[in-house]
């Protein structure tokens, strides 16, 4: 499975981006597909992701009710809507795909197999 990330770039606090990530190659057999951030100095955390079959979203509580993630599975590509963006979700954003994730462990950045490369997002105040 390879992923390519895009949307990302830079806005004003309050602002909103639409990231992407088309897959391609097997998809057939993936579980979920979830986005991750990294801003410097720190791990990455997860964001939000979204069982592929039946379209359940999960959400970090920092970004609930401002992001929205979703899939359309005839394109092969999750998104993510990011509304009323913080200076503090500046980071580089990653899509990621798992086969084999059990449901505790949706929120777990190990539980992905394949990773895309990061789009950065960058918000001023």
């Known amino acids: 499975v390879q992923l390519q990330a895009s949307g990302g770039g830079a806005v004003q606090a309050g602002g909103s981006l639409r990231l992407s990530c088309p897959a391609s190659?097997?998809?057939?057999?993936?579980?979920?597909m979830g986005w991750f951030r990294q801003a410097p100095g720190k791990e990455r955390e997860f964001v939000a992701a979204i069982r592929w079959s039946a379209g359940t979203p999960f959400y970090a509580d920092s970004v609930k009710d401002r992001f929205t993630i979703s899939r359309d599975k005839s394109k092969n590509t999750v998104y993510l809507q990011m509304n009323s963006l913080k200076p503090e979700d500046t980071a580089v954003y990653y899509c990621?795909?798992?086969?084999?994730?059990?449901?505790?462990?949706?929120?777990?950045?190990?539980?992905?197999?394949?990773w895309g490369q990061g789009t950065l997002v960058t918000v001023s105040s």
């Open positions: 990621a795909a798992g086969e084999r994730i059990i449901l505790s462990s949706i929120r777990d950045r190990r539980a992905y197999e394949y």
């Open positions: 190659g097997n998809t057939y057999n993936s579980y979920a």
